[in-house]
């Protein structure tokens, strides 16, 4: 069995995962503590993967956080 690569989002993952770690360590080198930017890095990009995925929640109704902010209405039985 053939499996189907979506080539264009693993394009844009990798391309953010690249981005989100260089900026942080091109910004903690400004403050004097490089070390961090992987760690920062890491933060930015949870961060960013967190918004987008809630951001989504309207079309897919992936929002892991339901119970706070309402993404899904248990009470309309839309099966979330």
Same mark, same amino acid.
């Given at each position: 069995?053939?499996?189907? $690569?979506?080539?264009?989002? /693993?394009?844009?993952?990798?391309?953010?995962? *690249?981005?989100?770690?260089?900026?942080?360590?091109?910004?903690?080198? /400004?403050?004097?503590?490089?070390?961090?930017?992987?760690?920062?890095?890491?933060?930015?990009?949870?961060?960013?993967?967190?918004?987008? #995925?809630?951001?989504?929640?309207?079309?897919?109704? *992936?929002? $892991?956080?339901?119970?706070?902010?309402?993404?899904?209405?248990?009470? #309309?039985?839309?099966?979330?």
């Amino acid at each position: 069995m053939k499996s189907k $690569i979506d080539w264009i989002a /693993l394009f844009f993952t990798v391309l953010l995962i *690249v981005i989100a770690r260089e900026g942080a360590v091109a910004l903690m080198t /400004l403050f004097g503590h490089p070390e961090l930017g992987n760690l920062i890095g890491l933060a930015l990009l949870l961060i960013v993967l967190v918004i987008w #995925r809630c951001l989504d929640y309207e079309r897919k109704c *992936v929002c $892991i956080f339901t119970d706070l902010s309402g993404c899904c209405d248990h009470a #309309r039985g839309d099966g979330c």
